[in-house]
T-cell receptor, first 113, second 111 residues
Framework: DTAVSQTPKYLVTQMGNDKSIKCEQN?????MYWYKQDSKKFLKIMFSYNNKELIINETVPNRFSPKSPDKAHLNLHINSLELGDSAVYFC????????????FGPGTRLTVL | GENVEQHPSTLSVQEGDSAVIKCTYSDSASNYFPWYKQELGKRPQLIID?????GEKKDQRIAVTLNKTAKHFSLHITETQPEDSAVYFCAAGSGYSTLTFGKGTMLLVSP
């Protein structure tokens, strides 16, 4: 009964390809997030999304786009992958106005060759 | 927006010693301060949190203190054990804003 799950766990691809990472939460939360964690371990927020509002970190290239088919899912699409996109990507979820405790997925390690 | 500074970036202690990690934040509207532990290759996991209506919270060997006037909060780990070795993140936010994370502290506990 994993609370926040992501697939795939590992993703190895060539530069220029387009890829997607899927995220699902079964906590009934209304807000989901995508984070990028680089080799220095910094957790950088990329997007936060609930059924009303998408907040984009302005430093995120528009090659990255979140897509949410429903409240329990927030997928991350990446177009024209670059070497610098290599990182671990974490999905998270929380219940807004409930102190926003965030619960993280297991992460997806993306390697761009 | 919120800005969270975390120190130190690395911390080495001997088993049984105490470890203290400190964070400062900038937005006086923040009222929620969680701490996450991330073991190597794993996800960040919540270990303790504190809300602005309390100054201190303790859970076994872990405690967190909050000084809202000075806008800083700290994580205290007593009687450290090798399994405490991990990266620790502080964060600040509220129910109406997303969390802002510090840059992390790598704690190494040597036997």
């Amino acid at each position: 009964d994993t609370a926040v799950s992501q697939t795939p766990k590992y993703l190895v691809t060539q530069m220029g390809n387009d890829k997607s990472i899927k995220c699902e939460q079964n906590l009934g939360h209304d807000t989901m997030y995508w984070y990028k964690q680089d080799s220095k371990k910094f957790l950088k927020i990329m997007f936060s999304y609930n059924n009303k509002e998408l907040i984009i970190n302005e430093t995120v290239p528009n090659r990255f786009s979140p897509k949410s088919p429903d409240k329990a899912h927030l997928n991350l699409h990446i177009n024209s992958l670059e070497l610098g996109d290599s990182a671990v990507y974490f999905c998270a979820s929380s219940q807004a106005r409930s102190y926003n405790t965030q619960y993280f997925g297991p992460g997806t390690r993306l390697t761009v060759l | 927006g919120e800005n969270v500074e975390q120190h130190p970036s690395t911390l080495s202690v001997q088993e049984g010693d105490s470890a203290v990690i400190k964070c400062t934040y900038s937005d006086s509207a923040s009222n929620y301060f969680p701490w996450y532990k991330q073991e190597l290759g794993k996800r960040p996991q919540l270990i303790i949190d504190i809300r602005s209506n309390v100054g201190e919270k303790k859970d076994q060997r872990i405690a967190v203190t909050l000084n809202k006037t000075a806008k800083h909060f700290s994580l205290h780990i007593t009687e450290t054990q090798p399994e405490d070795s991990a990266v620790y993140f502080c964060a600040a936010g509220s129910g109406y804003s997303t969390l802002t994370f510090g840059k992390g502290t790598m704690l190494l506990v040597s036997p």
